[in-house]
């Protein structure tokens, strides 16, 4: 192979542990490898992205990527990092999580291309929905010892945690379960390589134990080659979660986080993430990524990290318009006129403005001319009074559409950004959105 895949991943710091002859199976040949997605929500959030990037690096590198969706472990759900047992999902929710997560896929992997190492999208619900509970446990469940399960950390922390919740038979399957996927897409498709998270190593393993066990030795043939690689979990400096904001999760579907919400996120990264994230979550090459870590250290008030980060992943999630329209806003938000507001459109216009209080007003109001002091208190509760209105105004602290105006001012219809809305603003940071109806 001309790309050394786990060269490029270590020094990225995507390698957390990986198995013997991995490395040297890369370097050999095109290999086959897949990576899970679980099914727990009909999206992904920013902590799928780093799957998805691996599987993108490796047909970057000439490798072919499989994307399995757990239509069937997704109805049992995986123990690893959990405290407790899940909830399971009915099959209805199921079959929707599936098709999300699917389409979400199809955004960043051409499952239609005609290349050689063309991704391929698959569900193990396929392959397992017509495997009897007997067939499982005679031609499966015998090839791996309970011992052999129970020496997994994900299982272990399970049994000797305090609450004593333990585990259900339902998810000690679990590793079995995903251990023969693999077992099925060796025998299918020749995969040889299984990617995830570090927490996901006792699953692979297992998996790797599997493919070996049952294509052991037959007219002396050697067993089958199986490999596993993890990457590490995403860490923030300051010990908090990452991929949640005060609002929840980040995720990678527009409907659910806005791309001006997701911009906002990475632009706002510390120091120490962002020379991180640079190279976990952009493709851009060592020497780029080099280089602008040491400009941002020159003059780290510039923030060219984070601007250059929040670029590459709002361009790569959703698109090189998306990123433009969040820039554009942002800018008007920290800055610009009444002129640029109102060339948001009514999408763009929200997502800025996202929890920021409103009121409704009669079109009838503004058409014959709302004076300030109204639109400030009465007719919108913004501020509260009359009284502290005057005030404000005589402060010379209230804008209107971010102009300044005095007490004498009258808000008609040509002050309206997309024919409905006037933005109030008390200082740089007390926003009001008034709605027009």
């Known amino acids: 192979m001309t790309v050394n895949l786990v060269e490029e991943l270590r ?42 990037i691996l599987l993108v690096h490796l047909y970057k590198a000439g490798h072919r990527p499989i994307a399995l969706v757990g239509g069937a472990t997704g109805m ?13 999902l009915d099959e209805a929710a199921l079959a929707k999580n599936v098709a999300g997560i699917k389409g979400v896929l199809s955004r960043y992997l051409d499952f239609d291309s005609d290349a050689e190492n063309a991704p391929m999208l698959v569900n193990n619900y396929d392959w397992m929905k017509d495997f009897t509970f007997i067939e499982f446990a005679r031609d499966v469940g015998k090839r791996i010892t309970v011992n052999y399960m129970m020496a997994k950390d994900s299982v272990k922390k ?52 599997l493919v070996r066990r049952m294509n052991t030795g037959r007219d002396g043939e050697e067993p089958a080659k199986a490999y596993a690689l993890t990457c590490p979990l995403i860490t923030k400096a300051d010990g908090s979660k990452f991929g949640k904001s005060e609002g929840g999760n980040i995720w990678l579907d527009a409907e659910k986080t806005s791309p001006y919400r997701f911009y906002q996120f990475w632009l706002n990264t510390s120091d120490e993430d962002a020379e991180k994230y640079i190279k976990i979550f952009t493709f851009l090459d060592k020497a780029t990524v080099e280089k602008l870590i040491e400009e941002h250290k020159e003059a780290p008030h510039m923030r060219l990290l984070q601007k250059r980060l929040a670029e590459e992943v709002t361009v790569f999630v959703h698109s090189r ?12 938000l920290f800055g610009g006129s009444a002129d640029d507001l109102k060339q948001l459109n009514e999408k763009t216009f929200l997502e800025v403005f996202e929890g920021v209080p409103q009121a409704e007003v009669e079109r009838s109001e503004i058409e014959n001319g709302m004076d300030a002091i109204a639109a400030l208190a009465a007719k919108t509760n913004f501020l509260k009074s009359n009284g502290e209105a005057r ?12 102009e300044k105006i005095k007490e004498d001012y009258k808000i008609s219809t040509s002050d309206l950004i997309n024919d409905k809305f006037v933005l109030l603003q008390r200082g740089k940071k007390k926003y009001f959105v008034i709605r027009v109806v």
Not at 166 to 189: A, N, P, R, V
Not at 391 to 402: G, M
Request: hydrophobic letters at 30%; a negative charge.
């Open 11 to 52: 020094w990225r710091g995507m390698v957390h542990d990986m198995m013997p002859g991995t490395e040297e199976q890369l370097n050999k040949e095109m290999t086959t490898a897949y990576i899970g997605f679980d099914p727990t929500s009909d999206s992904l959030h920013i902590g799928s992205l780093v799957p998805i």
């Open 76 to 88: 049992i759900g995986d123990p690893s990092g959990k405290s407790d047992e899940r909830n399971l």
């Open 158 to 209: 399970r049994f000797s945690a305090d609450s004593g919740v333990g585990m259900s038979f339902t998810e000690f399957t679990y590793q079995l379960i995903q251990g023969y996927d693999f077992y099925h897409l060796h025998k299918e498709y020749g995969c040889m390589l299984q990617m995830g998270g570090s927490d996901q190593w006792g699953n692979i393993t297992t998996g790797t134990e």
């Open 321 to 332: 318009e998306d990123y433009e329209n969040a820039v554009k806003a942002s800018n008007i």
């Open 391 to 402: 005030r404000a105004l005589k402060e010379n602290s209230i804008s209107v559409n971010k």
